[in-house]
């Protein structure tokens, strides 16, 4: 795969970008692959902008529209027509925030006009689209900044308006009007926010950002307590991490320090100082800084928070942190792994030979057996 490109992880299935600007491919990592198979017609596919669910593909072409593709069926994907579906902007990056976003059977993008944020619903195959009630004094898609997807609340929201507020939909009743919450701040535009249940969490736009925890069931932000906060977020059933950007103490290199705390919060904790991976510098990073993160979001592994940003690390739960061996035993300190992403049932990354070849990445995973 590219490394630069975009990847992410459906049920039993990991999906990656392969060229600069077009190019999809995906792998099902239960048959053992060794090489990825391309998406139908992949060229003219976005490979930096897409959403994954279950075993379905959102793909973004370079014409504003939106094709449908499921891996177990033989056909090719179904590209939404332009009259039900047109998206505000395209994705240039792998990591831009707030244009897409899938879940269970559901994807919400940001739409050009009219009804301005929409949703994908495939419960049924077919594509079927519900366009949501606008934001008060939303007319175009750039007045929402991001969406989000909650599957098993059948919640979707958006940060929208200004000044900006989370506006939270019933999916079970998509014409009704949205909740409304108030931010103290705007929404950071370089962090997708991310929603599990009742909890989501984003980066606020101060110049030194803050975690944003909104109990979405309440209506309420979670007051925390010096959670100044940098790079990526994540949150699962049970726990909420970011990477914190306090102090000094909080970057070793590119590489920022973890922090985790149980839901509702607001209190968490920081990984542990002086814990080199190599074990004698910080040449090779530090166990428990990293760059990318999440969550197992559910499963018998729900909770579990993995690390990536030059090696592979992972915690059942909390801050102190494994790192596991390289499996083909190439790198002499650990798995090397970018850009981690995970479903109930797999753990997908960026990989390579050793650490110091992250422009020469493939595809690694790890299979999560359910009972």
């Known amino acids: 795969m590219r490394s630069d490109a975009k990847l992410l992880c459906g049920d039993d299935l990991i999906v990656f970008g392969t060229g600069m600007l077009n190019g999809v491919s995906y792998i099902v990592p239960s048959e053992t692959p060794t090489v990825g198979t391309p998406v139908p017609n992949d060229a ?40 039900d579906l047109r998206l505000a902007n395209i994705p240039a990056g792998a990591k831009d925030a707030g244009h897409l976003q899938a879940d269970g059977d559901y994807c919400v993008v940001r739409c050009d006009g009219g009804n301005v944020i929409r949703v994908i619903d495939v419960s049924g195959g ?16 750039f007045g929402v900044q991001q969406v989000a997807i909650d599957a098993a ?27 409304a919450i108030a931010l103290p701040n705007d929404i950071s535009n370089n962090v997708q926010m991310k929603v599990n249940g009742n909890f989501l969490v984003a980066l606020d736009d101060q110049a030194y950002k803050q975690l944003l925890l909104v109990d979405l069931e309440a209506g309420e932000i979670v007051e925390l307590a010096e959670a100044n906060a940098i790079a990526d977020v994540a949150v699962g059933p049970d726990a ?31 990984a542990a100082l002086g814990n080199q991976i190599d074990g004698s ?17 559910a499963g018998d592994y729900a909770g579990y928070l993995f690390l990536a940003n030059s090696y592979l690390q992972y915690s059942p739960g909390g801050v102190a942190f494994t790192v596991p061996a ?46």
């Open 153 to 179: 609340s059948m919640r979707v929201i958006a940060a929208a308006g200004n000044p900006r507020a989370l506006y939270v939909y019933d999916l079970n009743n998509p014409a009704d009007a949205p909740a």
């Open 281 to 297: 510098t910080n040449n090779n990073g530090l166990v428990g800084f990293a760059g990318s993160m999440c969550i197992v979001p």
């Open 126 to 141: 077919a594509p079927v689209i519900l366009p949501l009630t606008n934001p008060p004094d939303v007319t175009t898609g």
């Open 240 to 270: 909420f991490a970011f990477f914190a950007d306090l102090d000094a103490d909080d970057s070793v290199g590119g590489d920022r320090r973890a922090a985790a705390g149980a839901l509702p919060g607001p209190d968490f904790a920081k």
């Open 326 to 371: 390289d499996p083909d035993g190439d790198d002499p300190w650990a798995c090397p792994a970018w850009d981690v992403d995970a479903s109930r049932n797999t753990v997908g990354f960026k990989t390579a030979t050793t650490r110091s070849d992250n422009t020469e990445t493939t595809v690694g995973y790890i299979i999560l057996e359910n009972d």
């Open 44 to 83: 003219v596919f976005r490979s930096k902008s897409f959403a994954v669910a279950k075993r379905t593909i959102f793909l973004v072409d370079g014409m504003f529209q939106v094709s449908v593709f499921n891996v177990d069926e033989d056909v090719a994907p179904a590209t939404i027509p332009e009259a």
